[in-house]
């Protein structure tokens, strides 16, 4: 740790982080912008390789009007620091429905994936409240996956595996997030019912200019083929990564060379330009 400290890398201390007054207040903000629908989820496309069109959009978290600009990764662990991802949660999947139901009303029938944490899995009640949503929702089955990721999974991985194949008999399909950025055994990952793999952004970063790096990627769409996974590169910038994961067989990109992620009003107007012929 301490040669971590010395190449620059801070620790994230959690006794010290926990009393901090400035942790209460945001805590209590956060509860209150929950409360008053002052959150928003913000969609980033995904492509698919073969097709070039859009296949489907990721809802990520974002609270916007604040004068101190929070990121998605601080607002989700201050949520699951304080028992507050449960009503969050649960907030984005409604949310998530709503948004569907406006997506395909202006004639985009994509799949929207939505980001799940670990503590949601260790509710007893949630594959319970998502058959709920989706029984009340029969359209959307099937089209708003749940991303989980790999190291998620690892805390508990016997739990993960029930919470997962309960929510796969709910129609909900799984992908597998941040692939490649933890050490999940496969043997384990092969007995999950998800669809999709998302290969990490660090994994994907450099291929253009690292030849290990690219034959991790390769082998990592290989393997996931062989398996019968679909396969998606997040965190592509550049037309060389691109042009490099289409050659390389990837089924997905997503990235800022695509688009960042958009208020929803931008994204449906993102997507009817793109519709164009
Ligand atoms: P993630 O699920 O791995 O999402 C990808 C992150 O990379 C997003 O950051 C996205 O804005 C960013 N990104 C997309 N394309 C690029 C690119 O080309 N280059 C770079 N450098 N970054 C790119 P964001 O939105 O800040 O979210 C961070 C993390 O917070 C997410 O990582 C996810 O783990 C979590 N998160 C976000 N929204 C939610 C949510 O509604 N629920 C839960 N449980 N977690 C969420
Ligand atoms: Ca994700
Ligand atoms: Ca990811
Ligand atoms: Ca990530």
Redesign the pocket.
């Known amino acids: 740790s301490r040669r971590a400290r010395e190449r620059g890398l801070a620790y994230y201390d959690p006794s010290v982080d926990s009393y901090s007054a400035d942790r209460l207040t945001m805590v209590s903000e956060l509860q209150q912008a929950l409360a008053n629908n002052e959150l928003r ?2 969609l ?1 496309p995904k492509l698919d390789c073969r097709t070039e069109r859009v296949s489907g959009l ?4 974002r609270w916007p009007g604040r004068s101190i600009p929070v ?3 601080k607002i ?1 662990r201050l949520a699951e620091q304080t028992g507050l ?1 449960k009503p969050l ?1 649960r907030w ?1 999947l409604r949310q998530s429905v709503l948004i569907r139901e406006r997506l395909c009303a202006e004639g985009h029938t994509v799949q929207l994936s ?4 670990p503590n949601n899995l260790r509710e007893p009640d949630f594959p319970a409240f998502v058959g709920q949503l989706m029984s009340d929702n029969p359209r959307h089955k099937g089209a708003i996956i749940f ?1 989980i ?1 790999e190291t998620s999974m690892m805390q508990d991985p016997a739990n993960a595996l029930t919470a997962v194949n309960s929510l796969a008999s709910a129609g909900i399909p799984v992908s597998i ?2 692939f490649g950025s933890g050490y999940s055994s496969l043997s384990y990952i092969k007995q999950l019912p998800a669809s999709e793999i998302k290969i990490d ?1 660090s994994l994907i970063t450099d291929i253009a200019t690292r030849e290990e790096d690219r034959v991790i990627v390769q082998t990592t769409i290989n393997m996931c083929h062989s398996l019968g996974y679909r396969v998606v590169a ?4 550049d037309t060389a990564t691109a042009k490099l994961l289409i050659s390389m067989g990837c089924d997905m990109i ?4 695509l688009s ?2 958009l208020p929803i009003e931008e994204a449906l107007v993102w997507l009817d330009d793109r519709q164009e012929p």
């Open positions: 989820l913000y980033q990721e809802a990520l978290i990121g998605a990764d989700i991802i949660t984005v939505v980001n799940i944490s991303e990721t997030d941040d952004r997040e965190g592509v910038e997503q990235g800022y060379l960042p992620p």
